[in-house]
């Protein structure tokens, strides 16, 4: 398991991945907590916090007489559902207004609770997003993902954490779009590279209020660039 995260991250996720395949099906009670601990080789604790996480997130309840059991649609399974492709922008934008929702707060959290481990995981990325994008001339989409997921991780807060992993399939859909025309120029490459680069800088230097802002800037020009994207888009397929 990773010392960069919780152990009560780690195991909310494997957790949901096991739901997800079908492991414990929906309706299913899951093992106790003294099972889970046995299964996972920890404490209690963790256990305890990693089921309030995925409770938090509607995923698993509790019922009378105790128990945690599947819900019988998980969060992320709803999510799946939702159709982003190259012919519906509409959701893109949708996923736009929650990024500004959600990521802004995470930088500023984030600028106050990093630990130094992932300040060091948020450069480490940085520096492969400059290697694929800026240097290779690639999209850099899975850095980018990766990215923006280490801030949240470094949050703490675990119901951000859990959002940001519902969120990931859709990201990568929307990212798949989105970068795309970035492979063509080296300016915009290295601007979108900038951006990152400035909120890290914010967050080093803990400074919430600029990490907020920087991360709001990165993401209000990431729109624009969809606006454009879009507006190319409606007049090849007229």
Same mark, same amino acid.
């Given at each position: 398991?990773?010392?960069?995260?919780?152990?009560?991250? +780690?195991?909310?996720?494997?957790? !949901?991945?096991?739901?997800?395949?079908? @492991?414990?099906?929906?309706? $299913?009670?899951?093992?106790?907590?003294?099972?889970?601990?046995?299964?996972?080789? %920890?404490?209690?604790?963790? +256990?305890?916090?990693?089921?309030?996480?995925?409770?938090?997130?509607? %995923?698993?309840?509790?019922?009378?007489?105790?128990?945690?059991? &599947?819900?019988?649609? $998980?969060?992320?399974?709803?999510?799946?559902?939702?159709?982003?492709?190259? =012919?519906?922008? =509409?959701?893109?934008?949708?996923?736009?207004?929650?990024? @500004?929702?959600?990521?802004?707060?995470?930088?500023?959290?984030?600028?106050?609770?990093?630990?130094?481990?992932?300040?060091?995981?948020?450069?480490?990325?940085?520096?492969?997003?400059?290697?694929?994008?800026?240097?290779?001339?690639?999209?850099?989409?899975?850095? *980018?993902?990766?990215?923006?997921?280490?801030?949240?991780?470094?949050?703490?807060?675990?119901?951000?954490?859990?959002?940001?992993?519902?969120?990931?399939?859709?990201?990568? @859909?929307?990212?798949?779009?989105?970068?795309?025309?970035? $492979?063509?120029? =080296?300016?915009?490459?290295?601007?979108?590279?900038?951006?990152?680069?400035?909120? %890290?800088?914010? +967050? =080093?230097?803990?400074?919430?209020?600029?990490?907020? &802002?920087?991360? !709001? +800037?990165?993401?209000?020009?990431?729109?624009?660039?969809?606006?454009?994207?879009?507006?190319?888009?409606?007049?090849? $397929? *007229?």
């Amino acid at each position: 398991m990773s010392k960069k995260e919780k152990i009560s991250q +780690i195991i909310s996720r494997e957790l !949901l991945q096991l739901i997800e395949e079908g @492991k414990y099906p929906p309706g $299913t009670k899951l093992p106790t907590e003294m099972e889970l601990a046995a299964q996972f080789g %920890v404490s209690r604790v963790p +256990i305890r916090e990693a089921l309030s996480v995925l409770r938090a997130s509607g %995923v698993i309840s509790s019922k009378q007489g105790g128990g945690s059991y &599947v819900e019988e649609a $998980t969060s992320k399974a709803l999510l799946q559902g939702i159709k982003i492709e190259s =012919e519906d922008m =509409e959701n893109i934008k949708f996923l736009f207004e929650m990024r @500004k929702a959600l990521e802004p707060e995470s930088a500023f959290l984030a600028a106050i609770r990093r630990t130094p481990e992932q300040l060091e995981r948020m450069k480490e990325i940085l520096h492969r997003l400059e290697k694929e994008s800026v240097a290779e001339g690639k999209s850099g989409m899975q850095a *980018d993902i990766e990215f923006h997921r280490s801030i949240v991780m470094a949050t703490h807060n675990p119901i951000m954490i859990q959002t940001i992993e519902n969120l990931s399939i859709l990201y990568e @859909k929307a990212l798949k779009i989105t970068l795309q025309p970035n $492979t063509e120029l =080296e300016h915009k490459r290295r601007s979108v590279y900038r951006e990152h680069q400035r909120i %890290v800088e914010a +967050i =080093e230097l803990e400074e919430p209020e600029l990490a907020r &802002v920087q991360c !709001l +800037i990165h993401l209000r020009n990431a729109e624009k660039k969809l606006g454009l994207f879009i507006k190319n888009f409606v007049v090849e $397929t *007229d």
